[in-house]
Nanobody
Framework: QVQLVESGGGLVQAGASLRVSCAAS????????VGWFRQAPGKEREFVAA????????YYADSVKGRFTISGGNAKNVVSLQMNSLKPEDTAVYYC????????????????????WGQGTQVTVSS
């Protein structure tokens, strides 16, 4: 049974850093991409970042480029999202997801390309 379990969310002030992690288990993910998405109240789920399981490719949303770094996968079975210079607009529930169709020359930003999802972890950034 595939499981993705997020951890590391919390409440921080604007400008602070936070690291969320996703522990993956239940299958071999070597042909998968792992993505982070977020959903704020009243808004649609949006793509944040993705990484190929081998770690060779990454892709970021413009809104987080230069502030967030995705890493991990491969032998570690954990994919992390380091979030620096957090802003109040980063407040959301953060979900990790894994998808075989998401792995391509350009990693997919579409939620539908991801087959497995975690339960989410809340990140709140106060102003």
């Amino acid at each position: 049974q595939v499981q993705l379990v997020e951890s590391g969310g919390g409440l921080v002030q604007a400008g602070a850093s936070l690291r969320v992690s996703c522990a993956a288990s239940g299958r071999t993910f070597s042909s998968y991409a792992v993505g982070w998405f977020r959903q704020a109240p009243g808004k649609e789920r949006e793509f944040v970042a993705a990484i190929s399981w081998s770690g060779g490719s990454t892709y970021y949303a413009d809104s987080v480029k230069g502030r967030f770094t995705i890493s991990g996968g491969n032998a570690k079975n954990v994919v992390s999202l380091q979030m620096n210079s957090l802003k109040p607009e980063d407040t959301a529930v953060y979900y990790c997801a894994a998808g075989r169709a998401a792995l391509g020359r350009v990693l997919s930003t579409a939620p539908g390309a991801y087959d497995y999802w975690g339960q989410g972890t809340q990140v709140t950034v106060s102003s």
